[in-house]
């Protein structure tokens, strides 16, 4: 079973770019497919993008395909998110989970191992 936490969030003025990081734990890490979600305050949470085990496959949310890139470093145990020209409304705390199911989904009933989330404040 895969752990997770989650870190490089911050407050950032519009047009900054940033990464997250989703350092896991768990010897099936490379085996399974790991996604990013985020959540805004009064709002679910929302699929940001998924990368499978090996990163040969990823895949995004509508609102995600221009902006956000996910990548993963297996000897790192590590899942990445890059985020460019951050806007108000990417403000959210962003979670990293893994995969139970080993089709692309972006339910978030189909993720687990939650992290606690990092905050990301975008303000102008």
């Known amino acids: 079973q895969v752990q997770v936490v989650e870190s490089g969030g911050g407050l950032v003025q519009v047009g900054d770019s940033l990464r997250l990081s989703c350092a896991a734990s768990?010897?099936?890490?490379?085996?399974?497919?790991m996604g990013w979600f985020r959540q805004a305050p009064g709002k679910e949470r929302a699929f940001v993008a998924a990368?499978?085990?090996?990163?040969?496959?990823?895949y995004y949310g509508d609102f995600a395909k221009r902006r956000f890139t996910i990548s993963r470093d297996n000897t790192k145990n590590t899942v990445y998110l890059q985020i460019k020209n951050l806007q108000f409304d990417d403000t959210a705390v962003y979670y990293c989970?893994?995969?139970?199911?080993?089709?692309?989904?972006?339910?978030?009933?189909?993720?687990?191992?939650w992290g606690q989330g990092t905050q990301v404040t975008v303000s102008s």
């Open positions: 990368i499978s085990g090996s990163g040969g496959s990823t």
């Open positions: 768990g010897r099936t890490f490379s085996s399974t497919t």
């Open positions: 989970a893994a995969a139970t199911v080993d089709y692309s989904s972006d339910d978030v009933a189909d993720f687990s191992s």
